[in-house]
């Protein structure tokens, strides 16, 4: 006997996870991939072979009851090393000593969540499934494989289909369905810095690599087999911007005068920038997250964001964590789930999409402003003097999963009024390891958030 079936529509990370979360439910699941088995091809060439999991993702992991294997092939970023125009290295921490972010294999994870997804005996996989069509009354899908056509039926339905959604697309002719979605005005393309003759990183291992040039910058990540995801982050149109990079020697000139230390390692950046074409950024928020408690939305399906903040497979985690947890508090009644789910995580959705968007500027713009650099050292220093009255923005967002998104929001804007009145005070830059900026900071602190110690 199973309480009800489901059909998942999406194969990836997300999907593959609450598949996990509702066959440990009693459910039979149904999990329908458009693409071919990654298991059994490449399906992720060309796209980011790494993803940044943090310790929200790591901690709805481990509540949903999925063992931490994937840590073993991650690599821990504890720091953002930064690459001056003129070759000079600063860094900054992400958190405490031990406080990482983790640069996971994307195919790596979304492969191990399949494995243990087909180790549930209710859960069925089919690949190059792809959805046609969704009926919201009944949650019934219609898929095509190869010239055949497909009708499942199942008691309900979750849309886990990433970003460009086909069953949200469906939902558009549904009443008073909310959507938008906006483009950032920057675009990407993705390089790489191959490993070392011998398989070592030519980087430092352990650090996301940031070359911040204001308006656009390039990062790196690390990858196991010494090789780093570069991508490159610049305006659509503009100057600089690809659309008006066209020319070789103009290519040439840009990344020679703005990624010298770059240029070293990074393989044939010029004639791959000439030959890809620059992929869009950009936000979808949508609400309703469900329809007539029989379809729903999850993932990037339901709130899709830029990559800033490095929170996008984190928050798609969260979702199934949450519904892990709403599913046992009201007994598997889905007219109560559904509402309680897009309650609780609309919210959130939106605050990490304004978070993420924020960080652009402060990835490409203030990580390599000395006074920004001095803000984040004066609040770590307040922060361990009294690590219950301040908790930075970052660390609330990355490091903190109890905090939720929208809480770090709040918090954060209110942290930034005070840390603007303290960057005031008179010659902050040689005075801000004194006692008397501490005790400032403490003053206003306590004021606004109320002294908790």
Same mark, same amino acid.
């Given at each position: 006997?199973?309480?009800?079936?489901?059909?998942?529509?999406?194969?990836?990370?997300?999907?593959?996870?609450?598949? *996990?979360?509702?066959?440990?439910?009693?459910?039979?699941?149904?999990?329908?991939?458009?693409?071919?088995?990654?298991?059994?091809?490449?399906? +992720?060439?060309?796209?980011?072979?790494?993803?940044?999991?943090?310790?929200?993702?790591?901690?709805?992991? =481990?509540?949903?009851?999925?063992?931490?294997?994937?840590?073993?092939?991650?690599?821990?970023?504890?720091?953002? #090393?930064?690459?001056?125009?003129?070759? #000079?290295?600063?860094?900054?921490?992400?958190?405490?000593?031990?406080?990482?972010?983790?640069?996971?294999?994307?195919?790596?994870?979304? =492969?191990?969540?399949? /494995?243990?997804?087909?180790?549930?005996? %209710?859960?069925?996989?089919?690949?190059?499934?792809?959805?046609?069509?969704?009926?919201?009354?009944?949650?019934?899908?219609?898929?095509?494989?190869?010239?055949?056509?497909?009708?499942?039926?199942? %008691?309900?339905?979750?849309?886990?289909?990433?970003?460009?959604?086909?069953?949200?697309?469906?939902?558009?002719?549904?009443?008073?369905?909310?959507?938008?979605?906006?483009?950032?005005?920057?675009? +990407?393309?993705?390089?790489? *810095?191959?490993?070392?003759?011998?398989?070592?990183?030519?980087?430092?291992?352990?650090?996301?690599?940031?070359?911040?040039?204001?308006?656009?910058?390039? *990062?790196?990540?690390?990858?196991?087999?010494?090789?780093?995801?570069?991508?490159?982050?610049?305006?659509?149109?503009?100057?600089?911007?690809?659309?008006?990079?066209?020319?070789? %020697?103009?290519?040439?000139?840009?990344?020679?005068?703005?990624?010298?230390?770059?240029?070293?390692?990074?393989?044939?950046?010029?004639?791959?920038?000439?030959?890809?074409?620059?992929?869009?950024?950009?936000?979808?928020?949508?609400?309703?997250?469900?329809?007539?408690?029989?379809?729903?939305?999850?993932? %990037?399906?339901?709130?899709?964001?830029? !990559?800033?903040?490095? =929170?996008?497979?984190?928050?798609?985690?969260?979702?199934?964590?949450?519904?892990?947890?709403?599913?046992?508090?009201?007994?598997?009644?889905?007219?109560?789930?559904?509402?309680?789910?897009?309650?609780?995580?609309? !919210?959130?959705?939106?605050? *990490?999409?304004?978070?993420?968007?924020?960080?652009?500027?402060?990835?490409?713009?203030?990580?390599? /402003?000395?006074?920004?650099?001095?803000?984040?050292?004066?609040?770590?220093?307040?922060?361990?003097?009294?690590?219950?009255?301040?908790?930075?923005? +970052?660390?609330?967002?990355?490091?903190? !999963?109890?905090?939720?998104? #929208?809480?770090?929001?709040?918090?954060?804007?209110?942290?930034?009024?005070?840390?603007?009145?303290?960057?005031?005070? !008179?010659?902050?830059?040689?005075?801000?390891?004194?006692?008397?900026?501490?005790?400032?900071?403490?003053?206003?602190?306590?004021?606004?958030?109320?002294?908790? =110690?």
């Amino acid at each position: 006997m199973t309480r009800g079936t489901f059909t998942i529509a999406g194969g990836g990370p997300v999907g593959s996870l609450l598949a *996990i979360v509702l066959a440990r439910h009693g459910y039979r699941v149904g999990l329908y991939e458009g693409r071919p088995d990654s298991r059994m091809t490449n399906i +992720y060439q060309g796209r980011s072979i790494n993803i940044a999991l943090s310790d929200r993702g790591w901690h709805s992991l =481990q509540q949903i009851g999925v063992g931490p294997d994937a840590k073993d092939q991650a690599i821990p970023m504890y720091r953002r #090393a930064i690459h001056d125009v003129d070759g #000079a290295l600063s860094e900054i921490p992400y958190g405490k000593e031990d406080q990482a972010i983790w640069s996971v294999s994307r195919g790596g994870i979304n =492969q191990q969540l399949l /494995d243990i997804a087909e180790d549930e005996p %209710d859960v069925e996989t089919f690949f190059e499934h792809r959805l046609v069509d969704v009926d919201f009354e009944t949650a019934a899908a219609l898929f095509r494989l190869g010239d055949t056509e497909v009708t499942v039926e199942a %008691d309900y339905l979750f849309g886990a289909d990433g970003a460009s959604s086909k069953v949200r697309r469906l939902a558009h002719d549904l009443p008073r369905f909310s959507y938008s979605q906006n483009y950032m005005p920057q675009s +990407y393309i993705e390089l790489n *810095i191959p490993a070392n003759a011998d398989g070592s990183h030519r980087l430092e291992k352990n650090a996301l690599h940031i070359w911040p040039r204001k308006d656009f910058m390039l *990062i790196a990540l690390p990858n196991p087999d010494g090789t780093f995801t570069c991508t490159l982050f610049m305006n659509h149109s503009g100057d600089p911007s690809f659309e008006s990079l066209r020319e070789r %020697d103009a290519v040439e000139r840009f990344f020679g005068d703005n990624f010298g230390d770059a240029m070293d390692h990074l393989e044939d950046p010029v004639d791959t920038f000439m030959a890809k074409t620059a992929s869009p950024l950009f936000l979808v928020q949508v609400f309703p997250w469900s329809f007539n408690n029989k379809v729903g939305l999850i993932g %990037d399906a339901a709130h899709a964001i830029v !990559p800033f903040y490095g =929170q996008g497979m984190n928050c798609g985690f969260e979702d199934c964590a949450e519904l892990n947890r709403l599913i046992a508090q009201h007994d598997h009644d889905w007219t109560k789930i559904f509402p309680a789910y897009e309650n609780a995580r609309k !919210p959130n959705g939106d605050a *990490i999409a304004e978070l993420s968007k924020r960080n652009f500027v402060e990835m490409s713009d203030l990580s390599g /402003d000395k006074r920004f650099q001095l803000q984040k050292k004066i609040e770590a220093k307040f922060h361990d003097a009294h690590p219950e009255l301040w908790t930075p923005l +970052y660390s609330m967002v990355t490091f903190s !999963p109890e905090v939720p998104y #929208a809480e770090a929001l709040r918090v954060g804007d209110e942290q930034k009024a005070v840390m603007d009145r303290i960057m005031q005070l !008179p010659d902050i830059e040689n005075t801000w390891n004194e006692q008397h900026v501490m005790d400032r900071l403490h003053e206003l602190a306590a004021a606004r958030f109320g002294d908790r =110690q």
